[in-house]
Structures are given as C-alpha cells and as structure tokens.
C-alpha cells in the first residue's frame, strides 16, 4: 500500500503539471495493484499446500516471462479453479478454501496473479490474469469447477473462451463487466481530470492494441450456453456497478444470478451465505 499511496501523493501534487511524467504517474496508478502483507492464518494455511509455479509472456510491460506462484490443497479427482479479484491475492479466499477442504474428493487450485501477492511484477492487467488461467489448465487440463471474483471473473471467462473449454460449473462472484468504466471510477476518485484521462485512455488504446472499453463482457461473452454459470453479487456493490450487471444479466439469462444485501464487494467472498451457495453448488454437481 506504501507504493500506492506514494503514486496518488504525486498525482495530487503533479495536477497543475500535464505532461509525460504525470501521464507516466497515471497509468502506474490504473496498472499497479497494491498489495497487502498475509495475516497469520492466511501463511498457516498457505504452508500447508502444494506450491508450484508457472510461466506467463507479458507482451505488455517486460515483453519477457513473469512467474505466477500457485498453490494447491488436496489431491482429490474433482479440480476447483480459484481466480481472485484486483488488488487481491489467492489467500483473500481463505474462508472459502477452508470449506471446500470439507468436501471428498477435491483439490483445490489457486494462484497469485502476476503483480498480486507472491508473484513479483510490478504492473499488471487483465491479459495477465487470463494467461494466468489458461496456465493453470494447461498444467491440470480438467478443472470441474471454476470459480471467480471481480477481475478474476472475467478473467475466467475469457479463458475458458480462448480454450473452447466448458466447465461443469463456473461461478463468478461480483465479475467485473465494463473495464473501461472501472479505470473511469478510479481516476474520477483523484479528481483526474477528464482530458488527462482522455491521453491515458489514448496510450492506453496503443499500447494493447485495442480500446479500454473492448473489455466489456456484454460484447465479449459467448460462453456456450450449456455451461452451468452461477452468479452472486451485490446490488450496492460500487466497484461492479448494478446498471452494468443487470444489463449483462437481461442479455444471459441462462446465467443463474444471487443478489447478497449489504456485503459489499471484497467481503462478498468471504460472507457465510456465499460461500454456502458455492459449497452447495459444488456438492449438487
């Protein structure tokens, strides 16, 4: 978090200064994820798993392979894929991987992503968190159950897209939907201004080759609809606004959505009655 607060002191001070450095300041601000220290029953728990890595390309910030550090519990036939959200690391779903330890024939799955937690990278962004899946499958090739939250959401979706591969479940716990507008929210949160957004929205646009707002699940999910897709989500959440997801709920509905009252987005996967819902889902399936 030292770093984070380091880089918006210096937008702040840098607001009557426009040029590269500040245009520099903004895109570390949109691309670094800060990082919290494990508490103790998070380190417990994470040594007693199976710890390996992996390898991803990041064609975006060092055109070099990075290392994502990955854990597992278990050794069960039945794999749980567990993709966690922005500012996040694998062991922000501690409550959750202690309720699926209680389930037979289980092995359980999950990484830091690039930039998050353990894995050293110091930006990040959604293809890395994509490339970080499909890393995962390559390594495991049939994971039953995938779960989910915020980017790691959409993450998971357009892995499994990329890998024509369909699931038995997937479950996706207040996903991301528009990005663009995300990046928006958090720029409007510094007072950046909107012609300073409108050069790093521009740079951003030529640096990966596509515009922020291409990353928007209601153009670019095309899940086979056979695939059981289970949704919560909180209709307050500020991070991924409702508007958002109800469209993209009216457009799929064969997605099975659960609205949570008063969770709020980063404690939504650590909630007793979500977690229910996803143990319960697993067990019927």
Same mark, same amino acid.
């Given at each position: ?24 300041? /903004? ?15 998070? &380190? ?52 959750? /991987? ?8 289980? %092995? ?27 890393? /995962? ?6 994971? &039953? ?35 663009? %507008? ?56 500020? /991070? ?5 997801? &109800? ?6 509905? %064969? ?17 007793? &009655? ?12």
């Amino acid at each position: 978090m030292k770093t984070l607060k380091q880089i918006v002191k210096e937008i702040s001070t840098s607001a009557n200064e426009p040029g590269p450095s500040r245009d520099t300041l /903004i895109r570390k601000f949109v691309l670094y994820s800060p990082k919290m220290p494990l508490r103790l029953h998070q &380190e417990q728990l994470i040594a007693e798993s199976k710890q390996f890595s992996l390898q991803v390309f990041d064609e975006y910030f060092t055109q070099d392979n990075v290392t994502v550090n990955c854990f597992s519990w278990g050794n069960g036939k039945r794999k749980i894929l567990l993709t966690h959200g922005w500012a996040s690391k694998a062991l922000d779903f501690y409550e959750l /991987i202690v309720e699926l330890q209680k389930l037979e024939d289980v %092995e359980i799955i999950t990484f830091d992503a690039p930039g998050n937690g353990s894995s050293i990278s110091e930006l990040s962004n959604l293809i890395l968190y994509r490339d970080s899946v499909k890393a /995962i499958f390559d390594q495991y090739e049939e994971i &039953e159950f995938v779960i989910g939250h915020s980017l790691g959401g959409m993450a998971n979706i357009l892995a499994l897209q990329d890998l024509e591969f369909k699931p038995k479940l997937l479950i996706s716990i207040a996903p991301l939907i528009r990005l663009k %507008e995300n990046f928006e929210q958090s720029l409007d949160s510094l007072m950046v201004s909107k012609s300073d957004q409108e050069i790093f929205f521009k740079n951003f646009a030529v640096e990966v080759k596509v515009p922020a707002s291409y990353f928007n699940l209601l153009d670019l999910y095309h899940l086979d609809k056979s695939i059981k897709h289970i949704l919560a989500f909180d209709p307050d959440d500020h /991070i991924s606004p409702y508007p958002f997801l &109800e469209e993209f709920l009216d457009k799929n509905k %064969e997605i099975k959505s659960t609205s949570f009252n008063d969770i709020g987005h980063f404690k939504i996967v650590k909630a007793p &009655e979500v977690i229910t819902l996803v143990i319960n889902a697993i067990s019927e399936n």
